[in-house]
Structures are given as structure tokens and as C-alpha cells.
């Protein structure tokens, strides 16, 4: 399966991220969909579910199908160090759908600049997760 067809989902109330790199100290998360669209997590290591996860209960989020410099896959919602050749600019930004250049794009200083047009370094963390870390501090 490509990459860009994986998902993961951010559980906002414990806050816990579900998915396929989705490491927590209790385990290995899978996201499961029902016909309901009911999206369960399941813990890989012990088995047990997370429950149903109504859609009112989770931030789902798409693999870009690109990886940093590391290897890691980039998912909408990291932040990420770019290069940006045009504008000169070195950077850190959020990975988000840009709806009217149809593309993904680093929300940065610079703007909204489209991931093709930028050289990507490393992936950070997540604004889900690392929400008490400022951009700033992922500057290398």
C-alpha cells in the first residue's frame, strides 16, 4: 500500500495518537474503521481497544506520502524543518492541505509554501503533541 493512503488519528481527551508510527510507552496503536465509521485504536502489544472513537472525538490526519531526511513518513499536522531556496529562509512550519494550490504545504514565516517547493529536513514532532513547544525550539 502507498503511503500516502495511511492515516493516523489524534484522540484529543486523553490525548493519544493512533496510527501506524504511533509509538506510546503502552504500546503500538492501529486505527480500525467500522462500516459506522467508527474509528477503534488498537493497542498492537496487549490487543486491548481504545472503544469507538466518535469522529467528535479525534483529529484524523493524512500521510503526505513524502519522508524527511531521516526517513520518517511526514504526516498533515507535523512540523518540519524546511529550506525554502527562493526566499533564502530556513525554517520550521506545520504540514497542512493547501486547498487552492491543491498540494501540501508548510505553514511558515514565509508563508503557505507548497512541500514541492522547499528542501525538507527533519520532522520535529506534531502541533498535537508537542503543543507546549514553540517553534522556536525546533530551529537546529
Known sequence: MS???KF???QMCPGVMYGPEANESRGMYALGL???????GIDTYSGESAGCLS???????Q?????????TLIYEGDIIHI????AEVSTTGSVEWD?????????????????SMVNI????????ENVERTYSEFQP
Not at 469522529?55 to 490526519?61: A, H
Not at 503526505?64 to 526517513?71: C, F, V
Not at 486547498?99 to 512541500?115: H, K, R
Open 121 to 128: 529536513g527533519a520532522v520535529w514532532g506534531n502541533k498535537y
Open 8 to 10: 493516523r488519528a489524534w
Open 99 to 115: 486547498d487552492e494550490g491543491c498540494a501540501w504545504a508548510v505553514n511558515c514565516c514565509a508563508g503557505l509554501v507548497g512541500l
Open 63 to 71: 500521510c503526505t506520502g513524502l519522508r524527511d531526511i531521516n526517513g
Open 83 to 86: 529550506d525554502v531556496a527562493d
Open 3 to 5: 503511503d500516502r493512503f
Open 55 to 61: 469522529p467528535q472525538d479525534f483529529i484524523l490526519m
Open 34 to 40: 467500522d462500516r459506522n465509521c467508527c474509528i477503534d
